[in-house]
Every structure is written in structure tokens, then in C-alpha cells.
């Protein structure tokens, strides 16, 4: 099973820096890697809405659908539509600091709106009381895991500077997946003290600092190949480790939430797609958590 994991964990890695470097060659449309992050949060949405269809929540698989599509191009809308800045050719001169934040206001904006499509939505569908407002309930709560969440990783792409969008996406992945990867390996081979039970049965203490340790590990070594070898402005050691720490945390919190998730579904997996993982819900569930937290410490301590 850790050979599986490792070895499909290395191979979409591997894919996903590929499609990144490609995809410079398109900018600022970046449609490989519209149609890769498109791909998995539609499958991690499809994923979710059966987990939750197990339970009173039932959401609507088609609002759900619609509403992580609608965010997705969201997320792209203020890049094409001469409002991105320095990334269409407008001088660095009139570059905001704070244009990052701002672009989160175009999928905030959808998501407010598929909320309200989804009363209207209901409405319409009304038929006997007590089952409107858990399914309304259940499809917000889904668009808003997987599609707002999930927007934080993919407005990463954008960030100004000379490779900084692949490099804040590799520093991501990079931490959050070698904190699976300790947490993983280290609770097979040394875990003794449950962590969070209730949640996880598997999850151990040991696992946990294995997962911070790697975590850390993967960003203080990132952190070295892009000033080294790239030669590309990035996260000096003392930020690359507080980053690393931080990120490699969440990671494993946001694993733990997926867990619960499940937990509450009574299902060990959310699909059996990923082998050596599960579902493709169960692979993003650390980055979809870590996402938000990455993005706003890569605006304070980033280059």
C-alpha cells in the first residue's frame, strides 16, 4: 500500500509540473490548467455529494455541479477580462499589492449567487416540509468545500513575478503532501498514541509530528532548489520554515475534516478511483484545506 501510495503520488506530481510549465506558454489563460484543476474539483465535488447524499443533507448533485463550475470559471474571469494588471502586459508601475485579494471577489461573488440560486432553486421544487433547508444545507456546504475553498489554490497560479505561480503552487503541494507522506509512513512505522480517534482511528501522534517534520523538510528544500538552482526570488530559510510548519499542519487538519466527513458517512473512502488513495476527494482534501492558509502566508512572507 505506502509502495502504491508513493508511486501514484510521485506520478501525479510529475503530471502536474508538467501541465505547470506547459501552461506558461498559454498565460494568463492557462487552459491546461483550467481543464486539470476543472477535472478534479468536479470530481471532488461529485465525490462529496454522494458521501453526503447518505445523510440527511441530500444535496442537489446538479446545483452542486453547476455551482463548483460557475466558481471555477470564476477564478479565471478577472485574469481575461483586462483587470489581472502586469499579467496582460500592464506596466509592474500600477501594480496593486493588493490586487491578489481583490480577484477573490469574482468567485465570492458567484458563490453568494449560487446560495441564492439554490433557495430559488428549492422553491421550485418544494413539494412536503422537512426536507428543503437540509438539502439547501448540503449543497452550500459542498460548493463551498470544494469551489470557494478550492479557489485560494487556483488564483495561486497568478501570482506576479518571474515563476511565482508554479512556484507557490509547488510549495503547496510540496508541504501539504509530504505532510500525508510523513504522517503516512511514520504512523505505519512508529505510531503508538491515537490521535483524534473519534475522527481518525488510524491517525497516531507519532504520524502527526512525521507528517510536520516532512512537511517542513519539503519546504525548507524547495525553498533551496528555486534560490540555488532556479535562481528565482523566494521564501528565505526563517519564512520557508514557519511556512512549512504552518502549512504542514493545516494539512493534516484538513485531512482529519475530510476524515470526519467520512466518519459521518459511515464510508472508509470517498471513492475508489486514486489507487493507493481512495478518492479524488481523498487526495485534495489537505490542499483544499491548506489552500487558504498557504495563499494568505505566501502574501505575507512571500518575494
Known sequence: MLSTRLLFGLLMVAGLLLSLWVDEWFAPWYPLWF??????????ALELNGLLAAT??????NSVIGGVMAILVANWA????????????????????ARPLHVLAW????????VMTSFVVQSIQFSKPGLTMAKISGTVL????????????????????????????????ATAKGADTGAYTLGRLAGR????PELSPHKTIEGALGGLAFGLA????????????????????RSAAIYGLVVAAVAQLGDLMESMIKRDCERKDASQVVPGFGGVLDVLDSLIFAGPVAYALWLWLGP
Open 56 to 61: 440527511s443533507a441530500r444535496p442537489s448533485a
Open 107 to 114: 468567485p465570492f461573488l458567484v458563490f453568494v449567487a449560487v
Open 142 to 173: 459542498a460548493v463551498a468545500y470544494v469551489g470557494l475553498l478550492g479557489s485560494f489554490t487556483l488564483q495561486m497560479r497568478w501570482f506576479e513575478g518571474h515563476l511565482q505561480g508554479i512556484l507557490a503552487l509547488v510549495f503547496l503541494v
Open 35 to 44: 481543464v486539470l484543476s476543472g477535472s478534479a474539483l468536479v470530481a471532488a
Open 78 to 97: 478577472p485574469h481575461l477580462s483586462g483587470e489581472s494588471g502586469p499579467a496582460l502586459g500592464v506596466s509592474a508601475l500600477v501594480y496593486d499589492p
Open 193 to 196: 498514541h491515537k490521535l483524534w
Open 218 to 237: 519539503a519546504a525548507l528544500l524547495i525553498a533551496a532548489i528555486a534560490r540555488t538552482w532556479l535562481h528565482v526570488p523566494t521564501l528565505d530559510g
